[in-house]
């Protein structure tokens, strides 16, 4: 059967629609300013963790840092 024989088979049947909508796509450029702040912030809050962990680390020692570690992960069980 020929496109066009197909078409006529459905002319008449309104309950015969297209599956999907023809949207546009965004344009594929530089992300959204509020994803960028996220990411910035995120990062920044890692690095914060990051640096107390190694100033408690060279504060108290290798021994009481791990202690307190796991002191504290026992607690939450």
Do not use: D, K
Request: one cysteine or more.
């Amino acid at each position: 059967m020929t496109e066009s024989a197909g078409r006529r088979l459905f002319i008449g049947f309104s309950m015969v629609q297209p599956i999907t909508n023809r949207q546009e796509m965004p344009a594929a450029g530089s992300p959204p300013r509020a994803v960028s702040a996220m990411t910035v912030a995120v990062a920044g809050l890692g690095a914060a963790l990051v640096i107390g962990a190694l100033a408690l680390w060279f504060h108290y020692g290798a021994t009481v840092f791990f202690e307190m570690i796991a002191s504290g992960i026992a607690a939450c069980f």
